[in-house]
């Protein structure tokens, strides 16, 4: 849907959803991100989460793309990563509000013909998306910023084949008896 969307507002959308889903953060979080935080070469991007907590979170593959393609609109002027845009397609330098952020989401949802979404699904469908893939609740957490794996593991939506997935890694070496 955002790619389908020349304007300034698709070409941010795109990059919000991409940072969203890749790297965890809470809308809030997003919200405060200034252009600073980010180090285009890197792909790293500094965030300031809950209790001013800060972690380093790394854009790759097309999160990275659709930053970049977001930064070529936006421009280098200092201030906020993310900008308004009004309805004449003109960008409007400050701050995004987490609640603009959340409209934002559920209206490209709609759009999309994604029923009951939630902004936060994005966020546990990165932790459940990286658990699948292998990655290690604990890497996962402080991806996440959570300071307990217990918290994580709430947000985990995998399937019991997950389960049975992880099963299979371990090797019993037992023969069976013949018959």
């Known amino acids: 849907i955002c790619g389908n969307d020349p304007t300034a507002a698709g070409v941010r959308d795109g990059a919000i959803i991409a940072l969203l889903y890749s790297s965890g953060l809470r809308r809030e979080e997003l919200a405060k991100l200034e252009l600073t935080d980010y180090d285009p070469e890197t792909g790293r991007l500094k965030v300031t989460g809950k209790r001013s907590k800060e972690r380093l979170v790394y854009l790759t593959n097309g999160a990275l793309y659709a930053m970049a393609d977001w930064i070529a609109v936006r421009g280098s002027e200092p201030g906020a990563l993310f900008w308004a845009v009004n309805k004449g397609g003109n960008m409007i330098p400050g701050r995004l509000t987490p609640q603009a952020v959340y409209n934002l989401l559920v209206k490209r949802a709609a759009q999309a013909g994604v029923k ?6 994005l966020r546990r469908t990165f932790v459940s ?12 957490a402080k991806m996440a910023g ?6 994580t593991a709430r947000y985990d939506r995998r399937p019991e084949q997950a389960k049975q997935k992880a099963a299979s890694l371990l090797h019993v070496p037992y023969k069976r008896r013949t018959e």
């Open 116 to 121: 009951e979404f939630s902004p936060h699904d």
């Open 146 to 151: 959570h300071s307990s794996v217990n918290t």
């Open 129 to 140: 998306d990286l658990l699948d893939a292998g990655a290690d609740i604990a890497t996962v």
